[in-house]
């Protein structure tokens, strides 16, 4: 049944390829129809398990993090596209396995989304667990928040190796306050944080909202924390004791190319799960050096002289520590690009708890701040957003691949734009980048694109 199995998704695989067609949905949605068995049954023969990464902002870097840190010594199976439902590890499985059915691989990562995360381990029992973080996303989805972090709850239950959990957000804390160490299936709780110095770089979502601080109460001491960070890099110690205080901490300063201080953040995540393998932390550490920026987050495309930054947003916490690029990378374009569609979460309305002003200063045509563009399902919405924030709005085209090539073509040559995408709008725009940058001079991205 098993290589029936494989056979059917890598047929349909092979189609959508053939068809010009990306995703990565589509095979793992019929196998998981026909044989509903396969998944669990297949991953069993892993000798060191599965990895499970969940929360609502950083997973699909952190999965390509953590899965670059396991491969300096294990073969890692995982799905660091973005197909974040259990669909899509089924299709990254079918993928990795051979025609005979063989699955090659020592270790599975998966990024999980927060609903499917329950999902999967009601089938597959996790030897790990990475919980990121708890902020407001897709109301629309989920629910209020306290109803993201019982789901998370239930994924960290399921673990049966380790749990790593980010010291730093309270809703994250209070589930390894509940589970205890170790958990009731043995897993051992690690924990993750940054310095006293950095905590503000990193909201917790009443923090975004009220400007309170909340206590992270009994969480335990860090194995893993980001120490600084800043043009050099991050600096990450790990720790089997206490990563703050421990004099004998191994400490590295790693210049990450996926850039931004929420991925220095993820970094530690990422090192903190990978501390409980045998693994040595020198080889963690060239790991998150060699990767490069996922699928879509931060990746960069040459086209036409000029450089174009694609970012995904989706929610005021992530939307606002992208906009740190316009501060860091002074662009001439910045396109925003909304859509409403499923995966992106129907209600918009969580644009209003982004504060535009504080990031895009000094806008429009006649200012030395960069031209705003606004395109998408939702282009003409996101232009009020920005009117109210008395953010200039320079073009409303509601078609992505016109918004973003009028950007390019009034960026100054060597000129940069930065893209800020929903979900499916960064699918497209992706896909026109591509055809753009090769149609251009032949250069394709500068980052790695699959």
């Known amino acids: 049944m098993a290589v029936l199995a494989v056979w059917v998704g890598k047929i349909v695989l092979m189609a959508l390829r053939l068809g010009g067609r990306s995703g990565n949905a589509l095979p793992g949605l019929i196998v998981e129809k026909l044989f509903p068995r396969y998944l669990p049954r297949a991953l069993a023969r892993l000798p060191h398990g599965v990895v499970v990464v969940s929360g609502t902002n950083g997973k699909t870097t952190t999965t390509k993090m953590l899965a670059a840190a396991l491969a300096q010594k294990f073969t890692v199976l995982t799905n660091d596209t973005g197909s974040n439902f259990v669909r899509g590890a089924i299709t990254a499985t079918v993928d990795a396995s051979s025609w005979t059915g063989r699955l090659r691989a020592d270790v599975a990562v998966f990024e999980l989304d927060e609903a499917h995360a329950v999902r999967f381990v009601e089938v597959v029992a996790p030897q ?35 749990v790593a959990l980010n010291r730093d957000d309270p809703r994250i804390a209070a589930i390894g306050t509940d589970l205890g160490t170790p958990n009731r299936l043995g897993a051992e709780v690690v924990w993750f944080g940054v310095a006293p110095a950095l905590r503000g770089l990193f909201p917790t979502d009443e923090e975004l909202y009220s400007g309170a601080q909340p206590d992270p109460g009994s969480a335990g001491p860090v194995q893993a924390q980001l120490r600084d960070w800043g043009a050099g890099g991050a600096t990450i110690a790990l720790s089997p004791g ?17 850039g931004g201080a929420h991925n220095a953040q993820n970094a530690a995540a990422a090192a903190a799960i990978a501390a409980t393998f045998d693994l040595a932390p020198d080889l963690i550490f060239a790991g998150l050096r060699a990767v490069e920026p996922a699928f879509g987050r931060g990746q960069s495309f040459t086209i036409d002289g000029r450089t174009v930054a694609l970012h995904l947003v989706k929610n005021p916490a992530g939307f606002r520590q992208s906009l740190r690029a316009v501060e860091g990378e002074a662009p001439d374009e910045v396109v925003i690009a909304i859509n409403d569609d499923y995966a992106d979460g129907r209600d918009v309305s969580w644009l209003w708890d982004v504060d535009f002003a504080a990031h895009l200063p000094g806008t429009g045509t006649d200012s030395s701040g960069p031209a705003v563009r606004t395109t998408g399902v939702r282009a003409a919405d996101m232009a009020v957003r920005l009117r109210y924030d008395d953010v200039p709005v320079a073009d409303i085209q509601p078609a992505l691949a016109l918004a973003v090539d009028a950007a390019i073509a009034a ?17 497209s725009l992706h896909e026109h980048l591509v055809d753009a940058a090769a149609a251009s001079d032949g250069d394709g991205p500068k980052e790695a694109t699959r």
Do not use: H, K
Not at 411 to 427: D, E, K, N, Q, S
């Open 411 to 427: 960026a100054p040559a060597a000129g940069r734009v930065l893209v800020f995408a929903t979900y499916t709008a960064m699918w």
């Open 128 to 162: 790990r667990v990475l919980l990121l973080n708890v902020m407001r996303d897709q109301l629309d989805r989920f629910g209020e928040i306290d109803t993201t972090a019982r789901l998370l709850r239930t994924v960290a239950q399921a673990a049966t190796v380790a």
């Open 242 to 258: 206490d990563a703050a205080t421990d004099p004998d901490a191994s400490v590295d300063t790693i210049a990450l190319r996926a």
